[in-house]
């Protein structure tokens, strides 16, 4: 059985690596972590959503 956290970190793909790299070394110590990063799709899905309500 495991307990998490989730925490949710809004920044440039590029920083990626070392936000992770850094809370591996430094702020977990012994406890195993996982990023799962994801997209902020709500624009383009907002675009798309406008393009095709004035293409009507």
């Known amino acids: 059985m495991g307990i998490g956290h989730v925490i949710v970190l809004r920044l440039p793909a590029s ?3 070392a936000v992770n790299l850094a809370l591996e070394n430094t ?9 799962f ?3 902020d799709y709500r624009e383009i899905f907002q675009a798309a959503q406008k393009k095709a309500r004035e293409s009507k």
């Open 15 to 17: 920083r990626l690596a």
């Open 37 to 39: 990063p994801s997209y």
């Open 27 to 35: 702020a977990w110590g012994p406890y195993k972590t996982e990023f």
